[in-house]
């Protein structure tokens, strides 16, 4: 046996004793959550027990991060142990997740790296229908796109949250490469048309002019079933992620492909409670102004002087026609700060409406 064999067999063997420490140290751990779970279900007996509980998840992650001791990336073993809090959450309650499908789109990679692969994901056909789903219980969470930094805010979730009860509970960004996939089977094929969801096509618009200049654009409801058509089309390719690269079989015949290499999309997670302080938060709300002179400016006057920062403010117009103005609002810190809760008194004082949408974690991952 040479030096290097017997090399290799040794740190195998540490190898093997690691693991057994790991996997008796994850199986401790496993047990901890499953006892967490009978204190929950002890303490509250009557009412729906909130296993799930985001600010603590948030605290985990953060904590795992700062303290890496390495060569491992920060990022990577916070991965882990992402993956090690979904399986223990399961134990406690199996989640169901609801998200924008169908299954292979973005929403799911999102929900996946929120949530971690024990949970249930469930694909819905529209953005509403998973607010609908999560409102009756019939899922725990749900997912759903917000804003895109190339394409700009998606006003159909901001303008969900005017007439729905639901909370926000966390977000999560996702970093977004889309490739120009065709079916293995049509490799020879001339490519006479591509298929893609019309926030894809905008995303990687000087891409496709560049480089695919002529060939007809058709717009489907999701880059999942853009792929789902080119795997069985002839003539055909679809602008997708690599979830549904990887589902639909297809091969790559252009990597990344967007026209911003920093294309992110961020999502939120909605659900029916409110998640306390986690210490490192965001905010959001919805305000309604009278339409005169100055609202703007008297609406945000006191978000200055109290020094909370805004993150973002996008306006929308009123479903009713009543309110003159909609504001989206999202804010640094939780509501129960002391500061939040000054500020929001006093925009409550001024607005027609005023609606808490919920203070959540800033995303970890
Ligand atoms: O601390 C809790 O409340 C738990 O339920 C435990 C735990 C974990 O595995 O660390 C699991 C699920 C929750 O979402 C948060 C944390």
């Not at 229908?129 to 409102?135: I, K, L």
């Not at 007809?216 to 999701?222: G, I, L, P």
């Amino acid at each position: 046996m040479s030096d290097e064999q017997v090399r290799l067999g040794e740190l195998r063997e540490e190898i093997d004793s690691l693991d057994q420490k790991i996997m008796e140290l994850i199986s401790a751990r496993a047990k901890c959550a499953q006892e967490v779970a009978r204190v929950k279900t002890a303490a509250n007996p009557e009412q729906d027990v909130f296993f799930y509980r985001p600010e603590r998840e948030a605290q985990v992650l953060r904590r795992i991060k700062d303290a890496n001791p390495g060569p491992l990336p920060g990022e990577e073993m916070a991965r882990l142990f992402r993956e090690i809090m979904s399986a223990c959450l399961a134990l406690e309650k199996p989640m169901h997740i609801a998200f924008l499908g169908p299954i292979g789109t973005f929403t799911q990679a999102a929900a996946l790296k929120h949530f971690g692969h024990s949970v249930v994901s469930v694909p819905l056909p529209a953005i509403d229908a998973v607010f609908r789903e999560v409102e009756s219980g019939a899922a725990h969470y749900g997912v759903v796109p917000v804003e895109n930094s190339t394409e700009g805010m998606i006003n159909h979730t901001l303008d969900m949250f005017m007439s729905s009860p639901l909370k926000i509970c966390g977000e999560v960004q996702l970093r977004i490469h889309h490739h120009l996939l065709i079916s293995p089977e049509f490799r020879d094929q001339e490519i006479t048309c591509i298929y893609s969801h019309q926030q894809s096509f905008a995303q990687c618009r000087q891409w496709l002019d560049t480089h695919r200049y002529g060939i007809e654009r058709v717009t489907v409801s999701s880059n999942a079933e853009a792929a789902r058509r080119a795997a069985k089309e002839p003539g055909t390719a679809a602008i997708a992620g690599d979830m549904a690269a990887e589902l639909y079989g297809l091969e790559t015949l252009a990597n990344s492909i967007e026209d911003r290499p920093d294309n992110t999309t961020r999502f939120l997670i909605i659900g029916r409670e409110e998640v306390p302080a986690s210490g490192h938060d965001k905010s959001s709300i919805l305000v309604s102004m009278r339409n005169k002179p100055g609202a703007l400016y008297q609406l945000l006057e006191p978000f200055h002087r109290h020094g909370i920062s805004l993150t973002r403010i996008e306006t929308r117009p009123s479903p009713s026609g009543t309110w003159a103005y909609v504001f989206y609002i999202d804010f640094e810190g939780h509501m129960d700060d002391e500061q939040a809760h000054k500020v929001l008194a006093e925009v409550d004082e001024e607005a027609v409406e005023l609606k808490r949408l919920g203070s959540y974690p800033i995303g970890v991952l």
